[in-house]
Nanobody, 123 residues
Framework: QVQLVESGGGLVQAGGSLRLSCAASGRTITSYVMGWFRQAPGKERDFVARIDWSGSSTTYAHSVKGRFTISRDNAKNTMYLQMNSLKPEDTAVYYC????????????????WGQGTQVTVSS
């Protein structure tokens, strides 16, 4: 079992930046694929980005490609999401997740969601 704690959210104007962190405990994340998701009120929880165990392979949702950067520091058991050029539509609660050892979609993650961190982008 892994415990995940997201942090770094806040209120920012459109065009601004935020850096989210996801701290994992209970087990090391070194060998796991990890990812970021977000959910706006009344909306589905959407895939944002994914990163492999080494950090050498990343995948982004089209809506954030070129603006967001996912990274990880296995020594610190932490994953990050650098968000630049933020838009009002990026407003959501952001969650991190650990992918199943074998996954077939962007949503095949373990049910160990953290509390999430709120990101609000004003116009």
């Amino acid at each position: 079992q892994v415990q995940l704690v997201e942090s770094g959210g806040g209120l920012v104007q459109a065009g601004g930046s935020l850096r989210l962190s996801c701290a994992a405990s209970g087990r090391t994340i070194t060998s796991y694929v990890m990812g970021w998701f977000r959910q706006a009120p009344g909306k589905e929880r959407d895939f944002v980005a994914r990163i492999d165990w080494s950090g050498s392979s990343t995948t982004y949702a089209h809506s954030v490609k070129g603006r967001f950067t996912i990274s990880r520091d296995n020594a610190k058991n932490t994953m990050y999401l650098q968000m630049n050029s933020l838009k009002p539509e990026d407003t959501a609660v952001y969650y991190c997740a650990v992918y199943s050892r074998v996954y077939y979609s962007d949503y095949d993650v373990l049910p160990d969601w953290g509390q999430g961190t709120q990101v609000t982008v004003s116009s």
